[in-house]
């Protein structure tokens, strides 16, 4: 057994023209809360694809477990990812089917278990997220919160060893945002799993993550225990971690000369 | 005159690079029908997840498709009737009207209801649950989505039209019969027994099953390949269920004339 879950080595990844990492190496150690932060568009979303294993990358290569996820034929991939839980950004629970199924449908399609044992499965897994009152409401009757809650059941409902949660706080109120946060603690030393956890809520995230890694412009730009990571120096991470307006990162998307932009479009 | 050059030179570019995505996405959809149909096996070992779908599709169509039948049955009726007694036969319209349907109008009309009724639901369901990441997150539970959402609805759609279209004939023919007989006065005999003696089981009836088959696995495939293939935002989606209209119904009447063209003797 590894003493990483997850490694990411030296990989590279992108779009046609645009490469979204160049370069980027990451470990994420068992039993750990790892999270990876960085501003909107730096492609923290398409890290946790790559583990999943839906996008292959240009160069390098991510193991899960030890094995290479892109080497994988299509069985190999299953039957890593169902080591994997993820919660993903608004949940995506089947809107078609209500809480309690939704909970279950991971133990209906891959396991043989008899109905009495998923019932109480699917009850404890909603009692872990304290919404087991609400197994028989729709998911379009939850709120934004509660949807999220019900989603990471559902993550959850096979014990995976990794859960993933991509923006688990967007869109939260700070009541939601605290039960998200204290779950994700609390799940991840209960089951004894590892949590990758992308967002970019500075607070949030430095009060329950054991190591962090910033990514900036394709390459981790900063890594370190939270601790670190507010005493660095690096201008990108103050401004990140202190939320300042205008630093490395500009307020103005690159663009032409302003004036002679303005003076040009009359001649037009 | 650069200009002109250019604009002719832009028109031709675009030209191609619809040409190709055409011939890309006629690809991709032929890749997805041959993987979902190695996928179907989960369709038929848990067979309620079609009978699920053949509600959604089937069984929500049946009030357009009746009430469509019996107008079109009447229809048929008072303009058959009135050439028909031109040349003395008005009791013919009993066969006119069965003919005409069984052939014809139940599979086609059908097919066409089918696809503004059940393929742009289906389209709509499938680009929403693109969009809102509920196949990746089925694709990230070590599910596949081709065999889980795909298959299930294919086979409804191919269980479900002839289904369909039967009962669309009939209803037409009902339809027909109260236009004909009670209001107009063709005796009720002539009318049965000249439909009776004049369709054919194989030529007419069968090959009208064989068309709703055809038509059923065009119209699914196209309606779950649109949306599968959606861009993932609102735009993307209501252009996508556009689309499978426009290109079903347009596949339906070559097919039909493809098919018939076979069929007829």
Redesign the interface.
């Known amino acids: 057994m590894t003493q990483n879950i997850v490694e990411i080595d030296n990989l590279s990844f992108g779009y046609k023209n645009r490469l979204l990492h160049k370069g980027i190496s990451m470990s994420f150690p068992r039993g750990k809360v790892v999270a990876i932060m960085g501003g909107s568009g730096s492609g923290k979303t398409t890290l946790l694809r790559l583990i999943?294993g839906?996008f292959k990358p240009n160069k390098g290569e991510v193991r899960v477990d030890g094995k290479v996820v892109h080497k994988q034929n299509d069985d190999g991939l299953?039957?890593l990812?169902?080591k994997?839980g993820?919660l993903?950004?608004?949940g995506?629970?089947?809107?078609d089917l209500s809480v309690y199924e939704n909970v279950a449908?991971?133990m209906r399609?891959?396991t043989d278990l008899p109905e009495s044992m998923i019932r109480d499965l699917v009850l404890m897994k909603l009692n872990a997220v304290g919404l087991r009152g609400a197994n028989q409401l729709m998911p379009t009757e939850l709120s934004g919160g509660m949807a999220r809650r019900v989603?990471l059941a559902r993550a959850i409902a096979l014990d995976p060893d990794i859960i993933m949660y991509d923006e688990p706080f967007a869109g939260l109120d700070p009541i939601s945002m605290a039960v998200i946060c204290d779950l994700i603690r609390t799940l991840n030393d209960a089951l004894g799993v590892t949590s990758i956890v992308v967002t970019h809520d500075v607070e949030e995230t430095f009060s329950f993550a054991d190591y962090i890694y910033f990514v900036a412009d394709g390459v981790v730009a900063a890594e370190g225990t939270p601790d670190d990571l507010r005493q660095s120096t690096l201008p990108f991470i103050h401004q990140f971690v202190y939320g300042e307006k205008d630093g490395p990162v500009p307020f103005h998307y690159p663009a032409g000369d302003y004036q002679q932009e303005l003076l040009g479009s009359k001649n037009d | 005159m650069t200009r002109i050059f250019d604009g002719v030179l832009g028109a031709l570019r675009n030209l191609g690079s619809n040409f190709i995505d055409q011939i890309w996405r006629l690809g991709a959809g032929t890749r997805l029908f041959f993987d979902m149909l190695i996928s179907s096996g989960e369709s038929f070992r848990r067979f309620r997840l079609v009978v699920k779908e053949v509600y959604s599709t089937g069984v929500m169509s049946l009030v357009i498709i009746s009430v469509s039948a019996f107008f079109v049955g009447m229809v048929l009726a008072l303009q058959g009737y009135n050439t028909l007694q031109k040349y003395g036969s008005s009791e013919a319209i009993g066969v006119l009207v069965a003919l005409a349907l069984v052939r014809e109008l139940g599979p086609v009309v059908t097919a066409l209801l089918f696809a503004g009724r059940a393929g742009t639901a289906i389209t709509a369901e499938i680009g929403l649950?693109k969009a809102?990441?509920?196949l990746?997150?089925m694709?990230?539970?070590?599910?596949?989505p081709v065999s889980?959402v795909i298959a299930p609805r294919f086979w409804a759609g191919v269980i479900s039209l002839p289904i369909l279209a039967a009962l669309f004939s009939m209803i037409g023919i009902l339809g027909g019969y109260i236009v004909a007989v009670p209001l107009i006065g063709v005796d009720a005999g002539a009318f049965w027994s000249q439909m009776q003696a004049n369709v054919d089981w194989r030529l007419d009836i069968v090959n009208g099953v064989i068309k709703s088959v055809v038509f059923g696995v065009a119209c699914s495939m196209i309606a779950l390949f649109e949306g599968y293939d959606a861009p993932p935002t609102a735009e993307g989606v209501s252009r996508a269920t556009t689309r499978t209209v426009v290109t079903s119904s347009l596949a339906v009447l070559a097919l039909d004339f493809a098919l018939t063209s076979f069929m007829i003797e």
């Open positions: 999943g839906q299953y039957q990812r169902r994997m993820m993903f950004q608004q995506a629970l089947f809107t449908f991971p399609e891959l989603a | 649950m809102t990441e509920q990746s997150a694709e990230m539970m070590a599910v596949s889980r």
